[in-house]
């Protein structure tokens, strides 16, 4: 079945760091991939999606490109601020009638220092 | 638009209670699907309805049911309450199009004591 698998947190850094969180995925066929945020107390927003391979989602500061020959999205961001300090959700869903139902990470906490 | 509602926010229950749980998606999306969140297992799919059928199940016992309206609002059931049913049920939207991206409403915080 399909997998998604996240580097552990919690990931602590100061601001104006470079973060990056470690994503890798099994998949039975062409998924599309997502990194969600979630804030305390809040349920998960969105933060970048890519629907094939080589796409780059970027939102906000944020990049991951689909890395298909690695099984891979990574999530980057050049400089973190205060305001970053959330948890990190890969996830993936497969474009057939499944696609109501997404795969989830573990979540990786990230906490940002002033 | 406004985004994915679900109520109540919060909830306390005992053991061997039932509770049921609303969501109202976005609308114009047809896809609603809930998830269990705790500390220890992370995110896990309960179902999705699509179009008032439901369309995909997870690993959850029976105790745990839904069903989607003719306007898209789901709700979602959970019958003799147990201590480890305590979680975050967030429910999430989607309309199938864009890469199938799912809106997440702000979740409900279920308490059994």
């Known amino acids: 079945g399909n997998s998604v698998t996240q580097m552990e947190g919690p990931v602590t850094l100061s601001e104006e760091a470079f973060l990056t969180i470690n994503c890798t995925y099994t998949?039975?066929?062409?998924?599309?991939l997502f990194w969600y945020v979630q804030y305390p107390g809040e349920g998960l927003q969105l933060l970048l999606k890519?629907?094939?391979?080589?796409d780059k989602g970027s939102n906000k500061g944020f990049e991951a490109t689909y890395r298909k020959e690695t099984t891979s999205f990574h999530l980057e961001k050049g400089s973190v601020q205060v305001s970053d300090s959330a948890v990190y959700f890969c996830?993936?869903?497969?474009?057939?009638?499944?696609?109501?139902?997404?795969?989830f990470g573990a979540g990786t906490q990230v906490v940002v220092t002033p | 638009k406004a985004g994915v509602t679900q109520t109540p926010r919060y909830l306390i229950k005992t053991r061997g209670q039932q509770v049921t749980l609303s969501c109202s998606p976005i609308?114009?999306?047809?896809?609603v699907s809930w998830y269990q969140q705790t500390p220890g297992q992370g995110l896990q799919f309960l179902f999705e309805?699509?179009?008032?059928?439901?369309?995909n199940k997870g690993n959850f016992p029976g105790r745990f049911s839904g069903r989607q309206f003719s306007n898209s609002r789901s709700e979602m059931n959970v019958s003799t309450l147990e201590l480890g049913d305590s979680a975050l049920y967030l429910c999430?939207?989607?309309?199938?199009?864009?890469?199938?991206?799912?809106?997440f409403g702000p979740g409900t915080r279920l308490t059994v004591t």
């Open positions: 999430a939207s989607t309309n199938g199009q864009g890469g199938y991206e799912q809106y």
């Open positions: 998949a039975t066929g062409y998924p599309s």
């Open positions: 890519a629907t094939k391979a080589d």
């Open positions: 996830a993936l869903s497969e474009a057939t009638d499944s696609w109501g139902k997404f795969q």
């Open positions: 609308s114009g999306h047809r896809s």
């Open positions: 309805y699509f179009s008032e059928t439901q369309r």
